[in-house]
């Protein structure tokens, strides 16, 4: 996999306080990075920057070896933890805005066979999110997991390359959680994404993620604390943990106390960044 998105030497300042320092990473097409850290580590900002809402006070960010735009291009998408629904719009209403914000930014309406065409795009879409048959319901109707595929059917609508979330799953109860888990997973290999996921569920960010990132201070001064920033501390790959997770569930002939037994039998353990 090539390099999508490159950050280099990459600070954020406020005044005298510094958020983030010295960030340097490389970011391959299709991969799925997972980011943690203690709170205030600067997770946000960094997700901030690669969608174009804030700038780095130093350093360059590039995406295909061209500079980033600072406003967030149809390239990115992002969901967050509160649901970015409209609560006026139906499921359909929500999913189609983004497109006539795209094809008609000055009306933000579309109509006749150009808003049938847009309606049919939504509607792949909501079937793909598991939504298809809720097109007519308003936010109010839906539960917190509807309410989140649906913010991830407009984050996705416009088919970018690069798919931003900021603790996306953690207003939800574990047994939805681990349903959108599963539909995170499915959309990332379907859809040829590259994502960028800020968690504080270590679990979370280990059986999402191809990458961990930790972020934190690798160096502090009690008596001025705003002095140093967070950069990377951490940057595990689990490329090998992943391929062989595939190759154990295509050998049906290995029983699942087998299959476990063999993933969890890895050098890259939870432990060691929940003890940083």
Known sequence: MSAALSLRNVWVEYGDKIVLERVNLEIEEGAFVSVVGPSGAGKSSLLR??????????GT??????????????????VFQRYSVFAHLTVLGNTIFGLECEQAPLTGRLFGARRRAAAEVAHEMLEAVGLGDALDLYPAQMSGGMQQRLAIAQALIKRPRILLL?????????GIRADMHTLITRLWRERSLTILMVTHDIQEAFSLGTRVLTLDK??????????FGATVVYDLS???????????????????????????????????????
Do not use: M
């Open 49 to 58: 920057l690669v969608l174009g809402q804030d700038a780095p006070s130093r």
């Open 61 to 78: 960010i590039t995406l295909d070896g061209e500079p980033l735009k600072a406003q967030c291009t149809p390239e990115r998408g992002v």
């Open 166 to 174: 900021d603790e996306p799953f953690g207003a939800l109860d574990p």
């Open 218 to 227: 690798s160096r502090v001064d009690p008596h001025a604390p705003n002095r």
């Open 238 to 276: 689990l490329e090998r943990r992943l391929a062989r997770e595939a190759e154990l569930a295509s050998a049906v002939q290995v029983d699942e106390t087998q299959a476990r037994e063999l993933i969890s039998d890895s050098s890259i353990t939870i432990d060691t960044i929940s003890n940083k």
